[in-house]
């Protein structure tokens, strides 16, 4: 009935943890669950959990927090990641200007090249934006001219930034930022077509969170805002993750 578009399930202390957070998800039917990778470790960390619990899938990508140049060493162990069995999406990766300042270089030409491995794979990416709206356009349009197909990871923009995904062909995942009741965002919501709406929490073992469970919260926040039923929300999204992921 609901899914987890975008979470970290990789670093917890303990197997029992994972599958008290897991129990918790199934038992607010939660069916799928995508753990991303944020570096070459938890990239192989989430391929390894997905392989132990069914209703977790794996994408690997490297997050512009720990970005890095493409030499050709990483370059071979993400190709060899991305083409591991269970991989479904690269993810998370993209531009953040608003952390580690001085690193754009490096995270436009890594973001490049996972973008040119997410095409030769025919694997969508789940993108981070976070003050790289533009650039992110600039890189992203033609790459999707070309076949890159994906989805925006924690929409927190206004309904202007909105269409740009949308003009794209993107999914728009939402968050748990919907919980604040910020206006510009909860104007965009009313203005995602249901077809390309997808839901998250985001959550790891770090997060102050209930875990995949509470992607029912922002189920329940985007029905009301919709004016819809929070089931009707849940069953969409999964709807459409599935298409995306193709499942």
């Known amino acids: 009935m609901y899914s987890d578009s975008h979470c970290h399930m990789d670093g917890f202390e303990s197997e029992e943890q994972l599958e008290d957070v897991l129990s918790r998800a199934a038992a607010a039917r939660v069916d799928i669950i995508l753990t991303t990778g944020m570096s070459l ?31 050709d060493e990483v370059q071979r162990h993400l190709a060899e990641l ?14 953040d200007y608003a952390r580690n300042p001085g690193t754009e270089a490096e995270q ?7 973008l040119g491995l997410a095409r030769e794979k025919k694997l969508p990416v789940n993108i981070h934006c976070r003050e790289a709206h533009a650039d992110m356009m600039s890189l992203l349009r033609p790459e999707v001219a070309a076949g890159l197909t994906g989805n925006m990871h924690g929409f927190s923009g ?24 910020v206006r510009d965002l909860e104007a965009a919501i009313t203005r995602i077509p249901a ?35 929070t089931e009707e929300i849940g069953r969409k999204a999964t709807d459409n993750l599935k298409r995306l992921l193709r499942l």
């Open 108 to 114: 436009r030409e890594l973001l490049k090249y996972e």
């Open 195 to 229: 077809d390309r709406l997808l839901t998250e929490t985001d959550s790891s073992p770090r997060s102050q969170s209930a875990g995949p469970a509470e992607v029912v919260s922002v189920a329940e926040k985007i029905a009301a805002l919709r004016g819809v039923t």
């Open 82 to 95: 991305a083409s591991s069995e269970g991989v479904v999406a690269l993810s998370e990766i993209g531009l």
């Open 158 to 181: 206004d309904s202007s930034m909105l269409q740009d995904w949308l003009d794209l062909g993107f999914y728009v995942s939402i968050g748990r930022a919907v919980l604040r009741g």
């Open 41 to 71: 470790g938890s990239s192989a960390e989430a391929i390894r959990v997905a392989a132990k619990h069914e209703m977790i899938l794996a994408a690997v990508g490297i997050h512009p927090w720990n970005a890095v140049l493409p030499t």
